[in-house]
């Protein structure tokens, strides 16, 4: 019987040992595979080339690296300055280009205008979460930059409320329902409601939900911990999510659910603005920083205010039970937005977006292709004038996000493998990238493995 047993065992371990060896093989090969993509190939002749080269420009060429504006070639005035725009790659060895510009989503480390030249600036455009992209969220990365336009308040051209259509929209009492009312719901309705449809997120908000859900009745729609359908025509979660019929079904819950899919510094969506403007009390997981932004200081609840899951639920069902005190998060929809950085961000903003936009007013990124065209000639101004050009330099607190963590079945935070495993991927490539530019080295595709090879034995992963 004895050795019968400790055959099983052997096989067990030799089983769980292959297994292991599959799995950690599988990973160190798909490290490789997700370095080498192939960079977009550019059919072009030489005799174009050279006529581009020689094309008389009478402004600074700013050029969109990554093709996101799809514009052939065009002269653009902001204010007393101009500048030439182009997506069109055969201007990079043009002697009048000055900026690379590039779009964070379609930035690959295999497709940079490499080497860099010492005059060349870059600028980065990225509105998107961290999980768009991880490799922003490190130091490397955003070291490269000269000029940058993201959520970040502290980059160049900052765009934290690029969700937020207007004050006025966001004070709006159109869609409100009394607490009384609220109450009634609660007969069918849940005091909660969950939305989300991209789950398994590196914030792993769905975790939270379940762990919410242990002790109070939520809702949910979405196809994340989905446990309640929506109306055939709302299930579109792009268009449904901006329809009246759910604007008026999410105003009848107390709460919202208003959690980002990462963390990070100023990383607010509409997911936030929405239960605001509809008079649903936010409950906030995201930028460690959201109080900022809130209409005043007693607006929404912030998960990361409470010790634990336990102690937030019990928050939440002490509001839900007393009316007044539940009240006094919507108290700012009667007396208005008092915290003074949000209104005068939003007064300032020389961007628009959606239905809001004035005649005349730009979206962000023509906002930020000006913003950078001035500080341009701010220099070129200096430079014949003889004075000393002003330094351009962006760091990680242009954007850079923390790793991503996950709750574990305590609720506590703990490292998120996956998408853990996914931001030291990018952080070698990063750090691979940064020394290609440093070093004014061309790309190669050796080169660069044999280099972030280097990086990817010093990492911290399993
Ligand atoms: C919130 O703002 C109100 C009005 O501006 C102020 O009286 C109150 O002390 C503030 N409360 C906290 C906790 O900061
Ligand atoms: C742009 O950034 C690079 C890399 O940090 C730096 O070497 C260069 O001096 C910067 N250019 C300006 C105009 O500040």
Redesign the pocket.
């Known amino acids: 019987m004895g050795s019968r047993r400790c055959f099983r065992c052997f096989l067990y371990l030799f089983l769980f040992i292959f297994l292991l060896i599959l799995i950690i093989g599988y990973r160190v090969l798909s490290v490789d595979d997700r370095t080498e993509y192939e960079a977009p190939k550019i059919e072009y002749s030489e005799e174009e080339r050279q006529q581009i080269l020689k094309k008389e420009i009478t402004a600074p060429i700013i050029l969109w690296w990554t093709p996101f504006t799809g514009e052939p070639g065009r002269y653009r005035t902001c204010g007393t300055a101009q500048c030439f725009f182009t997506v069109n790659r055969l201007y990079k060895d043009h002697p009048k280009t000055k900026v690379f510009l590039f779009y964070g989503t379609e930035m690959r480390v295999n497709d940079l205008p490499l080497p860099r030249s010492p005059h060349e600036e870059w600028g980065l455009l990225h509105e998107e979460s961290p999980k768009n992209n991880f490799l922003f969220s490190h130091r490397e990365m955003m070291l490269v930059f000269n000029h940058t336009c993201t959520f970040r308040r502290e980059s160049d051209y900052p765009i934290t409320t690029q969700y937020l259509e207007s004050l006025e929209w966001l004070e709006s009492t159109k869609y409100m329902v009394t607490t009384s009312k609220k109450n009634e719901y609660q007969s069918e309705l849940a005091p909660i409601i969950y939305t989300h449809s991209d789950c398994d997120v590196p914030s792993d908000r769905d975790n939270l939900v379940r762990r919410i859900m242990e002790y109070m009745k939520v809702d949910s729609y979405g196809q994340c911990v989905h446990n309640k359908d929506l109306p055939k025509h709302l299930v579109d979660p792009i268009e449904g999510m901006e329809h009246e019929e759910f604007y008026q079904l999410n105003a009848k819950y107390k709460f919202s659910f208003s959690f980002e899919n990462a963390i990070c510094n100023d990383y607010i969506t509409e997911k936030l603005w929405r239960p605001l403007m509809l008079g649903s009390v936010p409950v906030v997981m995201g930028s460690p920083r959201v109080r900022d932004f809130l209409p ?3 607006s929404a609840i912030i998960v990361d205010d409470f010790k634990s899951v336990e102690e937030l639920v019990n928050n939440l069902k002490f509001l839900n039970e007393n009316d007044e005190e539940y009240e006094k998060y919507l108290q700012w929809k009667r007396t208005g937005i ?1 915290n003074k950085v949000l209104s005068d961000i939003m007064k300032n903003r020389d961007f628009g977006i959606k239905d809001t936009w004035k005649s005349g007013q730009q979206n962000f990124i023509e906002g930020f292709e000006c913003f950078v065209c001035k500080r341009i000639h701010e220099n070129i101004q200096k430079s014949e004038n003889e004075e000393e050009t002003l330094h351009f330099q962006a760091d990680e607190n242009h954007y850079g996000c923390p790793a991503p963590q996950k709750f574990d079945k305590f609720g506590n935070k703990v490292p998120h493998t996956y998408w853990h495993y996914e931001w030291y991927q990018k952080l070698h490539q990063a750090k691979t990238m940064k020394y290609f530019v440093d070093n004014s080295l061309p790309y190669s595709q050796e080169k660069f493995q044999e280099k972030i090879k280097e990086f990817q034995t010093d990492a911290n992963f399993f």
């Open positions: 005043d200081n007693h008092t």
